[in-house]
């Protein structure tokens, strides 16, 4: 019981922390790419920006010149 009630807290949390700082973020970031915001990159953020760019080469090598 004590497992839901930490997922239950867990789920809270998201919602009444997480969520105001992610759409505060979007917002200030509007439709820019996130590459020509000139983010710092942490280590633990290596395999999701290589990710990014493999996607967006991906994504122009499809639509083409």
């Known amino acids: ?9 867990a789920a809270d949390a998201r919602k009444t922390e997480d969520l105001p700082m992610l759409e505060a973020q979007q917002k200030n970031m509007g439709d820019k ?13 290596a395999a999701g920006a290589k990710a990014r760019g493999i996607l967006k080469r991906m994504i122009a090598e499809e639509e083409g010149p």
């Open 33 to 45: 790419d996130l590459a020509t915001l000139k983010p710092v990159w942490l280590p633990g953020d």
């Open 1 to 9: 019981m004590k497992s839901i009630n930490r997922r239950v807290v």
